[in-house]
């Protein structure tokens, strides 16, 4: 996945794939250079949240954030350089509360996106179960 066809055709596969997901679309795509590029993507979640998938890569090195928002930013994993002292920094979760947190996620889409996919399944699912908009709880 080094390429902008690779990378957009797998991630907008994983998102039209999952259950919970509608409405995938591509919102952004820079093609800098072969070896330079980004995409950002949007879909339609559980009624208000939506999720939103950006990647960067550079050269080999992949950034990238995977945040879930309604009209705010609730939760986000990324491998931006603002982790603080995160022992697994740069990757890490910003929480519902804007607290950074350590994140299992490694830069690997395929690794990736099934931590990301899960812990959003458990939020929505306890969102869901509580009937509150807004959970503050640490996720993954």
Do not use: C
């Not at 339609?44 to 939103?52: D, F, K």
């Not at 050269?59 to 986000?76: E, I, K, S």
């Amino acid at each position: 996945m080094n390429t902008l066809p690779s990378l957009s055709s797998w991630i907008t596969t994983q998102l039209q794939a999952w259950s919970l997901a509608s409405n995938v679309r591509i919102t952004e795509t820079d093609a800098f250079s072969e070896d330079q590029f980004s995409i950002k993507l949007r879909a339609q979640l559980t009624e208000p949240y939506q999720l939103q998938v950006r990647f960067y890569f550079n050269r080999g090195h992949l950034d990238y954030a995977y945040q879930l928002f309604t009209d705010v930013p609730l939760l986000r994993w990324d491998n931006k350089e603002d982790a603080g002292d995160v022992a697994t920094a740069p990757h890490h979760f910003h929480n519902e509360e804007g607290n950074i947190r350590e994140s299992p996620l490694n830069g690997d889409p395929a690794h990736d996106w099934p931590l990301v996919r899960v812990a959003l399944e458990q939020f929505l699912s306890d969102w869901t179960q509580s009937g509150h908009s807004h959970l503050v709880r640490k996720i993954l």
